[in-house]
């Protein structure tokens, strides 16, 4: 057996923790292959149980009555698999390699009245269970529950005690592995406890579990077991009409980029043609009988309000479409597979912290470039934009966990390691980076020259008001994403294992590319009404997506899915906050440097009179 790394408590109880040591337990383990010989044993752990239809509210399996050893051993996890809930723990489960069994006993037990309603709730509920057999997840229900009439109503539930283990294996490496309780009756579990036949006296249940371990040679080479996994069916499939709708989807997307593309090409040449009547003269001697966006060329470029948050959202925005790129491709080259629980959470965290240099960078940059002057305090702010909201949101949703005593409530140790990433990567690199780039930082290219005295802004027209651009720029790349949207709350909030990832950046580029063209489009409509504010306005009209998406996780939470409860309700909309955050500061980035390129462009473009 081939070792491994793992990331356990020691890695932050240390006094002396070093860098290296850290980025090392952020890195995702990557499953080598696990070669048996015939006898050899093939450990078995027991993971979590929780509601079928609240994927975020698990619980330690041990929390059940139901068979497990004197001591508890549990199995060191990676960081992405303590974030996704996995606490896994060595069962009774004895297994050899190629060896069937048949019906062995697990354990016999006795419950109390308060452990059979236990196990009734936890069956009712429709609680699942996850094994993992060489990193290998194995899914069933706890028990069985059948509804039956109206007059008169039957409510039967009963309890699997009997579980058959089917291993498939292809030579010396196991291939795949699931539960089967056909054949099997449950045992019914009564009212107050007491089973037929069963029955202790004083209410009580006496049961006894038993297992069966079958062996299935399979011809699927060891690289490719993934496959086998991602076609069982225990969890519902839902993305059997996924290119079809990116097909629509796209051809939607390029009919509009080529309607706005081709129409704002056509009026900004008429434009043109009317403004370069002289071919002498400065840009600052412009007719100013004029009107329209030539008129303002001496406030278009006059610096906003709120310099530092603006230099933070541009800053922040570039690192998160330097992160989704990252894990765009990282998925690309295979990386994160179903076999590599919690790969991407750990990848996320490692390069979150990796790209804070660019945040850094790209927001003390622009500020210098602008006659920002609070350079230090732009840094600060840029670090805190989105991790104050994190950590708000993160220590509501895990107080509500650890109340619930769920899975997901993460450790001391993992709560010091996460916070050691920030304090000793994160927010250093972000300072490095904001250095770097006020030295760097040039002056701001502004192709006319900026008057002292601001003129004064002509009454607007309704459709031409931050809120409308804001709807209009939000829906359009909203639109764009939709259909992508769905399968990507299925994948994170639900069953559904995602693989098309080159399909994901085609999206990802569409969005931006969408993003970018609403967002010249809407600037040279505001700029055409004599309305020199585009700085703020860039940001706001397509970082409006993010209130569309998180609409759209209403839509997704009420009619998509089964999920209830207050668990999953905190956890749900805490991080479909975050989620929409994020993609209003990538949108917002993307569409402000558009704008500005195209500003840049069309008044560079203006002859000299």
Known sequence: MTARLECSGPCVAGRSMRLCVLILCLLPHFGWTVSYKPGDPVILYVNKVGPYHNPQETYHYYTLPVCRPKEVRHKALSLGEVLDGDRMAESLYNIRFKENTERQTLCKLTLSEKEVDQLREAIEELYYFEFVLDDIPIWGF??????????????????????????????????????????????????????????????????????????FESTLPHSRRAERLRDYSFFPKTLEIHWLSIINSLVLVVLLLGFVIIILMRVLKNDFARY?????????????????????????????????????????????????????????????NVHRHGAINSAAIVLYALTSCVSGYCSCSFYTQIQGQRWVWNIILTSALFSAPLFFTWSVVNSVHWWSGSTQALPATTVLLLLGAWVLVGFPLTVIGGIVGKNRAGNFQAPCRTRNIPRQIPQQPWYKHTAVHMAIGGFLPFSAISVELYYIFATAWGREHYTLYGILLCVFAILLSVGACISVALTYFLLSGEDYRWWWRSVLSTGSTGIFIFVYSLFYYHNRSNMSGLVQSVEFFGYSLLTAFVFSLMLGTVSFWASLAFIRYIYRSLKMD
């Open 142 to 215: 706890v028990g069985y529950m059948e509804e039956s009439g109206f007059l008169p109503h039957s409510h039967k539930v009963g309890l699997w005690t009997h579980l058959d283990l089917n291993i498939e294996y292809n030579g010396d490496s196991v291939i795949f592995a699931n539960v089967s309780v056909k054949d099997v009756k449950p045992e019914p579990l009564e009212e107050g406890g007491g089973g037929a036949g069963h029955g202790v006296g004083s209410g009580g249940l006496t049961v006894t579990h038993t297992y069966s371990v079958r062996w």
């Open 276 to 336: 370069n009547v002289e071919e002498d003269g400065s840009c600052d001697d412009l007719d100013q009988g004029d009107n329209g966006w030539k008129i303002i060329h001496t406030d278009v470029f006059r610096f906003p309000p709120y310099k530092s948050l603006l230099c933070a959202v541009l800053g922040v925005g570039a690192q998160f479409l330097t992160l989704a790129t990252g894990i765009i491709v990282m998925a690309l080259l295979g990386m994160f």
